[in-house]
């Protein structure tokens, strides 16, 4: 059974860091690509970053550039997003997701599998 398990996420006051986690199992996620979305309460989902399956590209919403980093670990199946500088406005839930095309798109429908989530909640 294919599964994308999120952690890392908390509590945190502005100015502070998570490192969030996607664990991938059920399959070989390596020549997927993978991405990160959030949902703040009563907003749509949107788009935060998003990684090649090789990890050489990336690709980052406006908002988290210079603040947020998206890696993958050396086998390929975990994914992290890195997030510094951390503000009240980032507060939602956090979801990985892994597209099969091996790209690295902003576009949720572009994306076959998605986690759980986990809760980031920053504090002014």
């Known amino acids: 059974q294919v599964q994308l398990v999120e952690s890392g996420g908390g509590l945190v006051q502005a100015g502070g860091s998570l490192r969030l986690s996607c664990a991938a199992s059920?399959?070989?996620?390596?020549?997927?690509?993978m991405g990160w979305f959030r949902q703040a309460p009563g907003k749509e989902r949107e788009f935060v970053a998003a990684?090649?399956?090789?990890?050489?590209?990336?690709y980052y919403t406006d908002s988290v550039k210079g603040r947020f980093t998206i890696s993958r670990g050396d086998a390929k199946n975990t994914v992290y997003l890195q997030a510094n500088s951390l503000k009240p406005e980032d507060t939602a839930v956090y979801y990985c997701?892994?597209?099969?095309?091996?790209?690295?798109?902003?576009?949720?429908?572009?994306?076959?599998?998605w986690g759980q989530g986990t809760q980031v909640t920053v504090s002014s």
């Open positions: 059920g399959r070989s996620f390596s020549n997927y690509g």
């Open positions: 997701a892994a597209d099969r095309s091996g790209s690295y798109s902003r576009e949720p429908r572009n994306y076959d599998y």
């Open positions: 990684i090649s399956w090789s990890g050489r590209s990336t």
